[in-house]
C-alpha cells in the first residue's frame, strides 16, 4: 500500500527556515512523479512544486522560486523541501503527495492520487 508521510512543519518567525520531508512507502520511488502542495485557510489548494517521474520539474510556483529548492534522496524514498526567507504569507498547510503518472493539474485543482496528511507551517511576521 502506498504512504506519504510528511514532517518538519512548525512555527517560525518571518525569515526564517525550515525544512520539510516527505518519505513514501509502497512504492518504487523513481516511478513516481511527486510533489508538495499547501493550502491556507479559507484558500484554495495550490501547488508550490512538483517533479516528474524523469526527475524533471514540471510545476514551480512564481511565489517560492528561489526560495524553495527541492532535494530527493531515492535511498531512503524521501523528498525534501527546504523552505528559506519564510513569509507570514507561506502559512499553510503543507502537503506530498505521490502518482504514478504525472503531476496532473487540471480544472483549478491537482489530482495526484496519494496525499499525505499534511505538516502545518506557520510563519509569524
Known amino acids: 500500500q502506498v504512504q506519504v508521510v510528511e514532517s518538519g512543519g512548525g512555527v517560525v518567525q518571518a525569515g526564517g527556515s525550515l525544512r520539510l520531508s516527505c518519505t513514501a512507502s509502497?512504492?518504487?520511488?523513481?516511478?513516481?512523479?511527486m510533489g508538495w502542495f499547501r493550502q491556507a485557510p479559507g484558500k484554495e489548494r495550490e501547488g508550490v512544486l512538483c517533479?516528474?517521474?524523469?526527475?524533471?520539474?514540471?510545476y514551480y510556483a512564481d511565489s517560492v522560486k528561489g526560495r524553495f529548492p527541492i532535494s530527493r534522496d531515492n535511498a531512503k524514498k524521501t523528498l525534501y523541501l527546504q523552505m528559506n526567507s519564510l513569509k507570514p504569507e507561506d502559512t499553510a498547510m503543507y502537503y506530498c503527495?505521490?502518482?504514478?503518472?504525472?503531476?496532473?493539474?487540471?480544472?483549478?485543482?491537482?489530482?495526484?492520487?496519494?496525499w499525505g496528511q499534511g505538516t502545518q507551517v506557520t510563519v509569524s511576521s
Open positions: 503527495a505521490a502518482d504514478r503518472g504525472r503531476c496532473a493539474y487540471y480544472s483549478g485543482d491537482w489530482y495526484l492520487k496519494y
Open positions: 509502497g512504492l518504487r520511488f523513481d516511478d513516481y512523479a
Open positions: 517533479i516528474s517521474r524523469s526527475g524533471r520539474v514540471a
